[in-house]
Every structure is written in C-alpha cells, then in structure tokens.
C-alpha cells in the first residue's frame, strides 16, 4: 500500500508570496492532520480534516489556512509568507478521527519550504 | 497546557551499548502516548502507542514502557541503523485534541 505523498518536495518562495502545499494521505485513511516542524519549536500541531471539515486547529496565525477534498487529499495554504514559516511541513494520515481508537497517524516526507 | 520533555537531547551509543531514552510529560488525563523515529530528511514513522501505566510494547530491539509521569524507549544491543531522532507524543483524552510532540533525542550508534 502506498504511504502518504507530499508535493512539492521542496520550494522556494519570498517574503510576503502564498503558497499551496498538498498531500495525498493512504488509501481508506479519511484523516489529515498537517504539523510545522523547526529546529527550535519541534513538531507543531497546524490542524486536522475528516471527512472534508477542520476538526481542530493549533495555535497559528489564520495565514495558515488548509482544506481536504471529498477523496481525503487536502492542501495547506500560507499567505503573506515571512522568513519564520521557513520549516519542514509534515502531512499525517490515520484511518479514523483523532482521539479514537486505532488512530495512529502515518508521516508522508514533507515539504522543505524556504523563505527567502 | 499539555507538555512534552524528552531527554538527552542527543545520545552516543556504542554498537551493542544498551541504554534508554526518557519522555515525561503533563496532559490533562492522558489517552495515548505515541512514540516515532524520523531519519534526516524524513517523515516519522510510526513506532509504538501506549495507553495505559504499566503498558509495555516491544520491536525489534526497542521497547516502550509507560508510567503514570513518563515513558521510556528502551534500545536493547542498538545497531548503527537505529541512528534516527526518536520522537515522543501525547494525546489528552478530552475531546478531538491533537498529539503534542516532545522535541527529540538524537541517537547516533557508533560501529
């Protein structure tokens, strides 16, 4: 079974520019969540879907908006970028809600995003 | 506010070397205790869930046990593959809440 894909893999961007990250989570899986990680702060909750609606959202500016689609693949969207959003963006599925049991989340790659 | 504290923040092992990473944490009634292991250039990947004092899960080389304060990976005779930042993760039990992450300890294991 193919595991959870993010695209681009890396990118490039400047300051004040948007960009649209996407992921592909495992086939059957019906939540997303979506995770910020630095050097410094770690790992990050961003938010997470199920079933097309944002379940929980962690404590971001609302520049950082996300969506899923009725086949569960989602996007993530930051606006105004600035040169702290620099980070690696992690993209987790699970077969089931947060907070249920068997709700193991599974990491695609990232997205290397660089603000220049 | 859930927290998460992992220590060492980095550990260098000898191949064969036994030894074990710590994770305290703070939740407000815990319902999971999750533990990943990310390579450089990765996403984790998804080791063990606790649930429960006195739980003990085991792979490999690794096992994880819980108490009601702390979880501990213990890594039994490591080999250099199991150099990786393993990471540690709670979840509270009430309502929808998200996995707060601890930041890591870096393990490299010298041949």
């Known amino acids: 079974k193919a595991g959870v894909t993010q695209t681009p893999r890396y990118l490039i961007k400047t300051r004040g520019q948007q960009v649209t990250l996407s992921c592909s989570p495992i086939s059957g899986h019906r939540s997303v969540s979506w995770y910020q990680q630095t050097p410094g702060q770690g790992l990050q909750f961003l938010f997470e879907y199920f079933s097309e609606t944002q379940r929980n959202k962690g404590n971001f500016p609302g520049r950082f908006s996300g969506r899923q689609f009725s086949n569960s693949r989602s996007e993530m969207n930051v606006s105004t970028l600035e040169l702290g959003d620099s980070a690696l963006y992690l993209c987790?599925?699970?077969?089931?809600?947060?907070?249920?049991?068997?709700?193991?989340?599974?990491f695609g790659p990232g997205t290397r995003l660089t603000v220049t | 506010e859930d927290q998460v504290t992992q220590s060492p923040e980095a550990l260098r092992l000898q191949e064969g070397e036994s030894s074990s990473l710590n994770c305290s944490y703070t939740v407000s009634g815990l319902r999971g205790l999750f533990w990943y292991r990310q390579d450089p250039g990765k996403g984790p990947e998804f080791l063990f869930t606790?649930?429960?004092a006195g739980e003990e899960k085991e792979k490999e080389r690794l096992k994880a046990t819980l108490t009601k304060k702390e979880s501990f990976l213990h890594i039994t005779a490591p080999k250099p593959e199991d150099s990786a930042t393993y990471l540690c993760a709670v979840q509270a039990r009430s309502g929808n809440t998200p996995l707060v992450f601890g930041k890591g300890t870096r393990l490299s294991v010298i041949a």
């Open positions: 606790l649930y429960s």
């Open positions: 987790a599925s699970s077969l089931i809600k947060l907070g249920l049991a068997g709700d193991e989340q599974y």
